[in-house]
C-alpha cells in the first residue's frame, strides 16, 4: 500500500514544498487521512467515541472528519483533582484516553508533581508538552519522539521561509526560558538546533519553566476564588509576581548588551512585543541609532500583548528601531506541528502535511470552497502526529482565499493575516447563571 | 432566511424598522434624545396612584394571555430565532408571563418590600427618636436596566417592577432575548395607550459596551441607577460610568446546588421523590436559569449514590412547565470534558447521553467545568456538611433534603454566601416580594427622598 501519508509529509524537504496545488493534493491528502484514521482509530479512545458516535467508519471525504476534530480542551479534560491529589495514575489513564499509546505501565512511584510525571513519560519515551494557559490549568499533549523528529525537519524548512533555509550559522537570541515541556520553549530549542552556530545560543531564561509552578498559581486562584485565600497570601502572590518582572527587566537590560555587540551580524532574535520596546529603550540608552541592524536578520515579535500595556504604536516603533530586517511570521498553536509560514504577499501557506478545514462559526459544519473569500472557524487535521489525533478545531476566526493562486504566485488556499479570537467578537448574550469566577476577581495580577 | 428585524419602544411607542444592521438582525436607528427623560420634568407616571398602575398591570396581563392582535405569538416565533433556549421551554415561557401579572403578588411586593403604597404615592411621616417629624417617600427612579436573556420572565419581571416603582426606565435588550420586553411593552401601550405608565417605558438594542451609546446615556444627568444583570461582561464597560449620582444595582450570575442527605437512601419510594425533586431543581428552564441546580451533594456510599444518579439522569428527560423533555445536544467543549471521565472509571461515572435528554457525572469531587445544558454534576460526600466548602458568594439557590438538614445548615449556608435556601424540588418557586440575590429590589430601584422639620 503507498504511503500517502509520509509522501505528504516528505514534501516538505522539495524545495516546491508549497509549490503544490490544491488540486492535486487533495486527493492525497483524503488518502492520508483515511490511513491516519484507520491507524488511530481505535487506540485512541476519544477519537473511538466520537467516530462511533457520528457513525463515521472511514474518511471518504473531508465532511467526515468535521465530527472527529477536538477542541483544545479536550487536553486539559482532566479532574483537576487527580492532579491536586497526587493521582499520576490516574492521569496515565486520563492522558491514554486522548494519546496512541497506553500509559498503563508507565510506573509513577514517587512522582509529586507535574514536571515528574511528564519526565517520567519522557523516561519512556512519550513526549509531554504542557500549554501554561492563562486559566491556570494546563493541557497536556502527548507525541512520540518520531513525531518529534518531524516536527524539527518541518521547523527547519519553513522556519527561514521563503528566504533562506536555517544552516547552524547565526548568532540566535532567544528572549524565553529553554528547557522546560512548553510548545514555546521547543520551538526555541528547535530555532537553537537549526540556525545557532556553536556557541551562538543566547537565552534570556537558563531556568526551566516549571508546569508545578503554574499548577500552584491554578491552586492559589482556585482558593481565592472560593474565599479561603486571605488578603495578606494574595498581597504577597502579587508581589512576588511583581518581583519577578522586575527581575526580569533587569535581566533583559544585561542581555540586550550582549545582543546589540552582534547587531552587524545576521542574527536571529525572538521575542514578544513587550520585551521588544525594553530592548529599544535600552539601546536609546547606549545611544543605538534606528536601522542598524544587518539587513538579513531575522525579527520574531509577537504575543504577550493580553495584560500587558502596550503604547498604541508598538508594532511601529519595533519596525522603525530595527529597520530593513527581515519579518518573518508564521501561523501556529501548541497542538499544531506544520505551523504555517507567512510568503511575501503576507499569507499563510499550508504544508502539505496539513489538511485545512474552515467550518460555520458553530464549528459543525465545513465551508471549504472551490474559489474566493471565506471567513470561518479554523480546523485542521495535522497528519505528522502518530503519538495522538492530529485533528482539531480552534477558537481562531480566519479569512481564507480558496482561489487557485496566492498573489506570491504559489498554489492557494491561503490564511490571510486578520486572525482573531471568536471569543472576542461574541454577540452580548447576558444571563442569570454563572460562576464566581466570571465576576468576582479570582485573578492574581501580575 | 431573512434578516431579523428586532422593533424598538420609545416611551411607549413602538418603533419599526432595519436602518441599523447587526448581521444576525436589524434594529431602527437610534435615537439618543428619544431614549432619556430630562430631568427637571417628572416622569409620566410620578404621581399616578399605584392603584391605578396595579389595575393597568393586570389588565396588560390579561392583554398577554389572549394576545388579542398576535403581538405575543409573533415575538414568540422571532424569540426561537434568536434566542437559544429549545423552541419547548420558550412556548411555555411565554404561555406563563401573563400570570406573573397577578394582583396578590403585585400588592404583596409592594407591602413586603416597602411596607406599603402610601409610601410609593405620597409621604409617610414618622416620628424619630431625637422628636422630629420626618416625612419620607419612595420616590420613583430614573433607571436604564441591562436585562438577562435567559428566561423571558426577567423582562416581565423588570417592567412589574419598574411600573410598581412608577419612574422612567429604558431597558437594554440582549440579544438573546430581542423581542419579550418590546411585546410587553406592546400590550402596555394597547391597554393603557398614550398613558404615563406606558410613556415611562423604553426598550432599545445597542452592542453592549458600545461607547457612543453608553457614554451619552450612562450619566447622572439622565439617570439614577444601572439595573445589571450578567456578568463581568455585561458591566465590564459600564462600570466606567458607575460613580457619585450613578449607581449600580447588581443582579450577579449564580450557581444553585442541591444537598441531598442519607435519608434519601431511606426506601425506594423515597429514592424516587428525591430524585425526581433533584431533576426539577436541575431542568429549570432547561438549567439556563441561575436557580437550576448544578451541582448535587449526596451523602452516601458509591452504590447508594450511583442509583441516584441514574433516577435522576431518567426523571431528567421528563416534560415538566419549565422544562423540555429533551433539550438541546449538547456540543463543543463540555462534550470532551465529559468524553474524558466517561473513560475515568470508577473514579467517574457518567449517567445518560448528549442527545439533551440530561447527562449526570458522578465524582467525589467537584467537575472542573461548569455543568450546563442539561448535565448535573454529583458529588459523593460522606457527610453533607461536606458541601458546604463548596458554597461560595455566587451561589444563589441551595435545595436540601431532608427538612431538618435545611434548618440544620441554612446558617451555615447563608455565612458561606448562599442567598436562597429551599426544599429539594422548589428551586423553581421563585416568588415575587421575596428578597433576589440578597437584597429587595424594589427598595434599591427607588430612591429614598427625606421631608424633614
Known amino acids: 500500500m503507498v504511503d500517502h501519508r509520509r509522501e505528504l509529509l516528505d514534501l516538505i524537504v522539495s524545495p516546491d514544498a508549497f509549490g503544490q496545488s490544491a488540486e492535486d493534493l487533495a486527493p492525497l491528502q483524503l488518502a492520508a487521512a483515511q490511513q491516519v484514521f484507520e491507524q488511530q482509530h481505535s487506540a485512541i479512545p476519544i477519537l473511538a467515541r466520537r467516530a462511533d458516535e457520528a457513525g463515521i467508519t472511514n474518511i471518504a471525504s473531508l465532511h467526515d472528519l468535521v465530527p472527529l476534530l477536538l477542541a483544545h480542551t479536550a487536553y486539559k479534560s482532566y479532574p483537576t483533582a487527580f492532579v491536586e491529589k497526587n493521582r499520576w495514575d490516574r492521569m496515565n489513564h486520563w492522558l491514554s484516553t486522548v494519546s496512541t499509546p497506553d500509559f498503563a505501565d508507565v510506573d509513577v512511584s514517587g512522582v509529586e508533581n507535574a514536571d515528574q510525571w511528564i519526565a517520567r513519560l519522557g523516561d519512556h519515551g512519550h513526549l509531554v508538552l504542557a500549554t501554561s494557559g492563562t486559566s491556570g490549568k494546563c493541557s497536556?499533549?502527548?507525541?512520540?519522539?518520531?513525531?518529534?523528529?518531524?516536527?524539527?525537519?518541518?521547523?527547519?524548512?519553513?522556519?527561514?521561509?521563503?528566504?533562506?533555509?536555517?544552516?547552524?550559522?547565526?548568532?540566535?537570541?532567544?528572549?524565553?526560558?529553554?528547557?522546560?515541556?512548553?510548545?514555546?520553549?521547543?520551538?526555541g530549542i528547535i530555532s537553537r538546533d537549526v540556525w545557532a552556530r556553536p556557541g551562538g545560543f543566547h537565552a534570556l531564561i537558563t531556568e526551566p519553566l516549571r508546569i508545578s509552578d503554574v499548577s500552584q498559581m491554578a491552586a492559589f486562584t482556585k482558593r481565592m476564588a472560593e474565599g479561603s485565600a486571605t488578603p495578606e497570601e494574595i498581597a504577597a502572590f502579587q508581589n512576588e509576581a511583581q518581583a519577578k518582572g522586575k527581575a526580569m527587566r533587569t535581566a533583559l537590560a544585561a542581555y540586550t548588551d550582549t545582543l546589540l555587540a552582534h547587531r552587524h551580524e545576521p542574527i536571529i532574535l525572538s521575542g514578544l512585543w513587550a520585551q521588544m520596546l525594553q530592548i529599544i529603550e535600552r539601546a536609546r540608552e547606549l545611544g543605538v541609532p534606528d536601522g542598524d541592524f544587518h539587513p538579513q536578520t531575522r525579527v520574531n515579535a509577537g504575543g504577550g500583548i493580553k495584560g500587558v500595556t502596550l503604547p498604541d504604536d508598538y508594532k511601529e516603533q519595533v519596525a522603525r528601531f530595527f529597520g530593513d530586517v527581515q519579518r518573518p511570521g508564521a501561523y501556529g498553536m501548541t497542538e499544531m506541528a506544520q505551523m504555517l509560514p507567512r510568503c511575501e504577499a503576507g499569507h499563510y501557506h499550508r504544508a502539505p502535511g496539513l489538511i485545512l478545514l474552515l467550518l460555520d462559526e458553530s464549528g459543525?459544519?465545513?465551508?471549504?470552497?472551490?474559489?474566493?473569500?471565506?471567513?470561518?472557524?479554523?480546523?485542521?487535521?495535522?497528519l505528522l502526529y502518530e503519538g495522538r489525533w492530529g485533528?482539531?478545531?480552534?477558537?481562531?476566526?480566519?479569512?481564507?482565499?480558496?482561489?487557485?493562486?496566492?498573489a506570491c504566485g504559489r498554489p492557494g488556499p491561503v490564511i490571510l493575516d486578520t486572525i482573531t479570537r471568536f471569543a472576542a467578537s461574541g454577540d452580548d448574550h447576558i444571563g442569570c447563571a454563572g460562576t464566581i469566577d466570571s465576576y468576582v476577581r479570582g485573578v492574581v495580577g501580575a | 432566511m431573512s434578516t431579523l428585524t428586532v422593533p424598538h419602544i420609545v416611551k411607549g411607542e413602538r418603533i419599526e424598522g432595519d436602518a441599523q444592521d447587526y448581521g444576525k438582525f436589524a434594529t431602527p436607528q437610534l435615537n439618543l434624545t428619544d431614549l432619556v427623560?430630562?430631568?427637571?420634568?417628572?416622569?409620566?407616571?410620578?404621581?399616578?396612584?399605584?392603584?391605578?398602575?396595579?389595575?393597568?398591570?393586570?389588565?396588560?396581563?390579561?392583554?398577554?394571555?389572549?394576545?388579542?392582535?398576535?403581538v405575543m405569538a409573533q415575538a414568540c416565533t422571532a424569540s426561537k430565532r434568536s434566542n437559544p433556549l429549545p423552541e419547548g421551554v420558550i412556548d411555555?415561557?411565554?404561555?406563563?408571563?401573563?400570570?406573573?401579572?397577578?394582583?396578590?403578588?403585585?400588592?404583596?411586593?409592594?407591602?413586603?418590600?416597602?411596607?406599603?403604597?402610601?409610601?410609593?404615592?405620597?409621604?409617610?411621616?414618622?416620628?424619630?427618636?431625637?422628636?422630629?417629624?420626618?416625612?419620607?417617600?419612595?420616590?420613583?427612579?430614573?433607571?436604564?436596566?441591562?436585562?438577562?436573556?435567559?428566561?423571558?420572565?426577567?423582562?416581565?419581571?423588570?417592567?412589574?417592577?419598574g411600573a410598581l416603582t412608577k419612574g422612567v426606565h429604558l431597558l437594554k435588550l440582549p440579544s438573546n432575548d430581542l423581542f419579550t420586553a418590546t411585546a410587553i411593552l406592546t400590550g402596555l401601550s394597547a391597554v393603557a395607550p398614550g398613558h404615563g405608565l406606558a410613556r415611562s417605558f423604553s426598550a432599545a438594542y445597542w452592542?453592549?459596551?458600545?461607547?457612543?451609546?453608553?457614554?451619552?446615556?450612562?450619566?447622572?444627568?439622565?439617570?439614577?441607577?444601572?439595573?445589571?444583570?450578567?456578568?463581568d461582561a455585561t458591566i465590564r464597560s459600564a462600570k466606567e460610568y458607575i460613580g457619585p449620582g450613578f449607581e449600580l444595582v447588581a443582579f450577579d450570575p449564580k450557581t444553585s446546588i442541591s444537598m441531598i442527605g442519607n435519608a434519601a437512601f431511606a426506601d425506594e419510594a423515597t429514592l424516587a421523590s428525591v430524585a425526581e425533586a433533584a431533576a426539577m431543581d436541575a431542568t429549570v428552564m432547561d438549567q439556563q436559569a441561575c436557580t437550576s441546580s448544578r451541582f448535587q451533594f449526596v451523602e452516601g456510599s458509591i452504590d447508594q449514590v450511583d442509583r441516584f444518579c441514574a433516577l435522576l439522569q431518567e426523571k431528567m428527560g421528563v416534560e415538566r412547565m419549565t422544562a423540555s423533555a429533551c433539550g438541546n445536544p449538547l456540543t463543543g467543549a463540555i462534550r470532551d470534558e465529559i468524553d474524558a471521565l466517561r473513560d475515568l472509571d470508577p473514579d467517574y461515572r457518567v449517567f445518560g447521553g448528549f442527545e439533551g435528554r440530561g447527562c449526570v457525572v458522578r465524582s467525589d469531587d467537584p467537575v472542573d467545568f461548569h455543568p450546563d445544558g442539561r448535565v448535573v454534576n454529583v458529588v459523593r460526600v460522606a457527610q453533607l456538611a461536606d458541601a458546604i466548602r463548596y458554597v461560595t458568594v455566587a451561589t444563589q439557590t441551595v435545595g436540601v433534603f431532608p427538612h431538618s438538614a435545611q434548618v440544620a445548615f441554612r446558617d451555615t449556608l447563608a455565612a458561606a454566601g448562599t442567598q436562597r435556601v429551599v426544599a429539594l424540588g422548589s428551586a423553581v418557586n421563585v416568588e415575587a416580594g421575596l428578597s433576589h440575590d440578597g437584597f429587595y429590589p424594589l427598595q434599591r430601584f427607588v430612591r429614598w427622598v427625606n421631608d424633614e422639620d
Not at chain 1, 518541518?154 to 544552516?167: C, D, M, N, R, S
Not at chain 1, 459544519?365 to 473569500?373: E, F, K, P, Q, V
Request: one cysteine or more; proline letters at 7%; aromatic letters at 10%.
Open chain 1, 140 to 187: 497536556f499533549l502527548n507525541a512520540s519522539r518520531h513525531d518529534r523528529a518531524l516536527k524539527e525537519r518541518h521547523f527547519k524548512h519553513v522556519l527561514g521561509w521563503p528566504e533562506t533555509i536555517p544552516a547552524n550559522d547565526r548568532e540566535v537570541f532567544w528572549l524565553g526560558p529553554i528547557e522546560g515541556p512548553n510548545s514555546a520553549i521547543e520551538a
Open chain 1, 364 to 382: 459543525e459544519r465545513l465551508i471549504n470552497a472551490d474559489d474566493g473569500l471565506v471567513e470561518g472557524r479554523f480546523a485542521f487535521l495535522d
Open chain 1, 391 to 406: 485533528g482539531l478545531i480552534s477558537g481562531d476566526k480566519v479569512m481564507v482565499d480558496f482561489a487557485p493562486n496566492c
Open chain 2, 37 to 70: 427623560w430630562q430631568r427637571p420634568a417628572p416622569g409620566p407616571a410620578f404621581d399616578v396612584p399605584l392603584a391605578e398602575i396595579i389595575d393597568i398591570l393586570v389588565a396588560l396581563g390579561e392583554w398577554l394571555k389572549r394576545d388579542p392582535d398576535g
Open chain 2, 92 to 161: 411555555r415561557s411565554y404561555a406563563t408571563l401573563g400570570h406573573l401579572f397577578d394582583r396578590a403578588s403585585m400588592e404583596f411586593q409592594v407591602e413586603q418590600e416597602l411596607g406599603g403604597a402610601d409610601v410609593l404615592d405620597g409621604w409617610r411621616t414618622l416620628n424619630t427618636p431625637s422628636g422630629r417629624s420626618v416625612s419620607l417617600r419612595a420616590f420613583p427612579p430614573r433607571l436604564v436596566h441591562i436585562v438577562a436573556g435567559n428566561a423571558p420572565g426577567v423582562s416581565a419581571m423588570t417592567i412589574i417592577r
Open chain 2, 207 to 231: 452592542r453592549g459596551g458600545d461607547k457612543t451609546v453608553e457614554s451619552m446615556l450612562f450619566r447622572p444627568q439622565f439617570f439614577d441607577k444601572l439595573v445589571a444583570w450578567g456578568g
